[in-house]
């Protein structure tokens, strides 16, 4: 409902699109002049439509100023849709509209505008019909899902349908494996093929980057032919109740797709939230994988903590571990040959916040082979 | 497992990063290895951007342990780095693979090949090595020679690499010399002339720009343009280096390096593969197709000036030879102004103005393309009174971007047309802070990709264009014209353009 909206936040309320566009176009005038008088025009350099659903105001809002911090670096037009399914079910379907350029500080010349789509009552099979006409022409659409996705849903697929990506947490569902293929499959469904991009994926690209750097030392490389176990710890909170290790799943499934590994024994839940699980390597033998949370100060829930990969070659044995520091900050990645470290250095780890890691989804169009490879392989481990 | 390849390696979202390398720095001490290279090594290790198995070795003449060496470029990098404050964590776990070697005759190159073998066999960097020359010229020859005759220049597991640093040479045959020396123990494929202009972002914008978009090319010839300007303006004087500079000059300095590389970039025809020998051989053919200046042209051509006292943003500022080392009769030149002519079939008769100066009145790089006026005027003299010809000019800093100016309709009743430039700043569509261009470099160097580096020939060609300049003005008794501090350059700078009908922009 209108009355629900914080004009502050959301700006003016325009009574149709072509209000709304003539209000975007004056506010950037007023914004130009200053420019204009130096016999100048602004481009509006804008690199990307960002198509924000929300079902809740203070998801809303969270991700407004999500996209508003990313304009800097990816000036968008940013729609945010508000279909709130709590709010009066049975009121009339109706559709408002509010729009606004944020300040931005830094440089008047960052085109980023804002505009909120409010859906009450049934509104949602009308949604797309006001998404398609407010979007910047040319630019790629990507599609920011807040909440599990409705699968199945009509608004849903078709908001799929015309968008050239698809960003959704993982570490919101409730079963993960068998979501994100459905999407998967969803995103399929349209003439231009969708990708689907997990945020929880790129919270796990740091650990790939140390884990891969490792072996990028030419005599630590045939161990990964020897590995006989790999360990993963993720975050919980003190008391254990956010268990959420599809992070350190993801990681297996990774490490499993890229050395060609298969199921040897199903993935079984173990103490406290963990995993304890066998795959089998090309020539046969078998890798232990362990999956445990662990408690560590300044860690978000479900964030890997700690990777690491045991090998052996009958003789010798070596162990390759990527460890997040206290605090989380930085991370150490180390080598052991027979228990003597034979390597450290310690590095910066990524800050995996929202604003990052949307802002490098944003800079990829492309979908990430890797990661449909590796979303495959962990669900053929399960 | 095919064990040359990195399995886990897959996927564009992983950074490149270069294989393990020990990278070994001649003047280790000095100040370019602390200024640029130490931060720019420390700031890759903060990005994540360097190999598990990475040593720096910094070689000098002083007696200094490992220890002192460390604290020593802590210091530096705290200030310089680009990143501040710095990480200490970071930046102890980096220097834990950070050694001195101190080199004062022959045999303390022995010393350095044992603890190189040491190290590969310590840190796992297999023989890998990027020598970095960051010593004064005079020093080169021998460094490379002891390389050869100790055995240390190349060895049977690791690829070996060679950066120089500009100066490359004094004038044609000086820049031979060098090429010959370094060639006595590397490969032209191993040596890496360094001139950080082309690690800039915006350099290789040029590239982007000119050859992944389909809509500047048509138009990127002497049917469409009128002529070419390229600025690198300075408003800095030439103090903390003036001892150096009175000997080399604006010329030496800037344009046989930087300016003329910019000019290659543009005027060169498109590569058919983006690999270091494909650009650099377009670049070179750019080069070769420029006129010769004869020294009677010389009067034609070019015009140096020399700056006298002046103010630089409200500050007085001190001329060139009220500097304590210039020397009382210097005729070195802080401006120069070149016309050049790009003789082949893309460019004939369209003139490239080429300007670079000492405080000038801000500090500002750009090409400037002027297009021609469209061919029959509809509109009458009242009515374009404020149009001006197109102009795309590519910013390469402060503001680096792209603006094309065209002319529009002014909303009033009848018609009256004014000029409009559309700006495109990269900081606003990309913003992210951008590499420091020793970080571009030195990743490059380590992975071994040329392209941005300059070749023999490159070099050779780029004195070939400006020696008889020099010579011309060396000969010369006339002093050079003089400028104020904060102007544009000489009158005669002016003159020489205005003859053709045209004048300078003003960046």
């Known amino acids: 409902m209108s009355s629900a909206v914080d004009r502050a936040v959301w700006g003016t309320q325009a009574p149709s699109l072509a209000a709304l566009e003539g209000d975007l176009a004056r506010v950037r005038r007023g914004r130009s002049a200053h420019v204009r008088e130096q016999v100048a025009t602004v481009a509006r350099a804008a690199v990307v439509n960002i198509v924000v659903v929300a079902v809740r105001e203070m998801h809303a809002r969270r991700a407004a100023r999500t996209v508003s911090e990313l304009a800097m670096r990816h000036p968008s037009r940013a729609i945010i849709v508000l279909s709130d399914r709590a709010a009066a079910p049975d009121a009339p379907p109706r559709i408002d509209l509010y729009a606004q350029i944020p300040a931005i500080d830094r440089s008047a010349m960052v085109s980023y505008e804002q505009i909120l789509v409010s859906a009450s009552g049934r509104a949602t099979d009308r949604l797309v019909s006001v998404v398609v006409p407010l979007l910047v022409p040319d630019l790629p659409v990507f599609l920011w899902w807040t909440d599990a996705p409705p699968i199945g849903a009509r608004h849903f697929e078709e908001l799929v349908a015309i968008s050239d990506r698809l960003v959704v947490d993982s570490a919101d569902f409730a079963r993960p494996e068998e979501t994100l293929p459905e999407l998967s499959h969803v995103c399929s469904l349209g003439a231009r093929r969708c990708g689907l991009t997990d945020l929880n994926w790129g919270r796990v690209t740091c650990w790939r980057e140390l884990v891969t750097q490792l072996f990028d030392v030419p005599a630590w490389r045939p161990w990964l032919d020897r590995v006989d176990g790999i360990r993963i710890a993720f975050g919980v909170d003190a008391d254990g109740r956010q268990v959420h290790p599809s992070q350190a799943l993801l990681l297996v499934g990774w490490l499993a797709s890229r050395l060609g590994w298969t199921a040897a024994e199903p993935i079984s839940p173990s103490e406290a939230g963990g995993y304890l699980f066998a795959v089998r390597r090309r020539d046969g033998e078998v890798v232990r994988v362990r999956i445990r949370p662990r408690y560590a100060l300044g860690m978000g829930a479900g964030d890997v903590v700690a990777v690491r990969i045991e090998a052996s070659d009958g003789a010798h044995r070596a162990e390759f571990a990527v460890t997040r520091a206290a605090g989380g900050r930085n991370a150490v990645a180390s080598v052991l040959l027979d228990g003597r470290p034979v390597s450290e250095r310690s590095l910066p780890h990524a800050q995996n916040d929202v604003v990052e890691l949307l802002s490098e989804e944003l800079t990829i169009v492309a979908a990430d082979r890797v990661y449909e490879e590796a979303l495959a392989t962990l669900l053929r481990l399960s | ?507």
């Open chain 2, 1 to 507: 497992m095919d064990v040359t390849v990195n399995p886990l390696r897959a996927g564009l979202r992983l950074a490149r990063v270069p294989d393990p390398a020990a990278m070994v720095i001649f003047g280790g001490t000095g100040d370019l290895a602390s200024r640029k290279l130490l931060p720019a090594l420390y700031d890759l290790a903060r990005q994540r951007l360097l190999p598990q198995a990475f040593t720096v070795v910094g070689v000098g003449r002083a007696e200094l342990s490992d220890a002192a060496y460390r604290k020593h470029l802590h210091d530096a990098v705290a200030e310089f780095s680009r990143s501040r404050p710095i990480d200490e964590d970071v930046w102890s776990s980096f220097a834990e693979r950070l050694y001195y070697v101190s080199v004062k005759s022959d045999d303390g190159y022995d010393d350095l090949k044992r603890r190189l073998a040491d190290l590969d066999r310590e840190v796992g960097t297999e023989g890998d090595r990027l020598f970095y020359l960051a010593t004064p010229p005079s020093a080169y020859a021998t460094i490379v020679r002891s390389l050869g005759r100790h055995e240390l220049a190349h060895n049977d597991t690791g690829r070996s690499r060679i950066v120089v640093e500009k100066p490359f040479g004094r004038d044609l045959e000086s820049a031979h010399a060098l090429s010959r020396t370094l060639q006595e123990v590397f490969t032209e494929d191993e040596i890496f002339r360094i001139d950080h202009y082309l690690g800039k972002e915006t350099v290789q914008n040029i590239l982007v720009l000119r050859f992944a978009n389909s809509i500047f090319e048509p138009v990127w010839n002497r049917r469409y343009v009128d002529h070419v300007q390229i600025t690198v303006s300075e408003s800095l004087g030439v103090e903390g280096r003036t001892e150096y500079y009175d000997g080399a000059g604006a010329m030496r300095d800037v344009v046989q390096n930087h300016l003329l590389q910019l000019l290659a970039l543009v005027a060169m025809e498109p590569p058919a593969a983006f690999d270091a020998n494909v650009v650099r051989d377009e670049k070179v053919k750019a080069l070769r197709a420029i006129r010769k200046t004869s020294e009677a042209d010389v009067a034609e051509r070019a015009v140096r000036g020399q700056y006298t006292a002046g103010f630089i943003e409200g500050e007085r500022v001190p001329g060139y030879h009220e500097l304590a080392e210039v020397a009382p009769e210097s005729h070195t030149e802080t401006f120069v102004a070149l016309k050049v002519f790009v003789d082949n079939w893309r460019w004939e008769g369209t003139p490239f103005y080429l300007r670079h100066g000492k405080r000038l009145p801000k500090r500002a790089t750009e090409i400037a393309i002027h297009f021609r006026t469209v061919p029959h005027q509809l509109f009458t003299p009242e009515q374009r009174e404020g149009l001006e010809p197109n102009t795309l000019v590519l910013r390469i800093q402060p503001e680096e971007g792209i603006s094309l100016k065209f002319g529009a309709k002014v909303p009033v009743q009848g018609v009256r047309i004014r000029s409009v430039a559309m700006d495109f700043v990269y900081g606003a569509s990309f913003l992210v802070d951008a590499p420091d261009a020793y970080e571009t470099l030195l990743l490059d160097a380590l992975s071994g990709d040329a392209t941005l580096f300059t070749r023999q020939d490159e070099v050779e060609e780029q004195w070939r264009l400006v020696d008889p300049i020099l010579s011309a003005w060396s000969e010369s008794a006339d002093a050079p014209p003089q400028y104020a501090a904060g102007t544009w350059g000489p009158a005669e700078a002016d003159a020489f353009i205005e003859r053709d009908g045209r004048r300078w922009r003003q960046p």
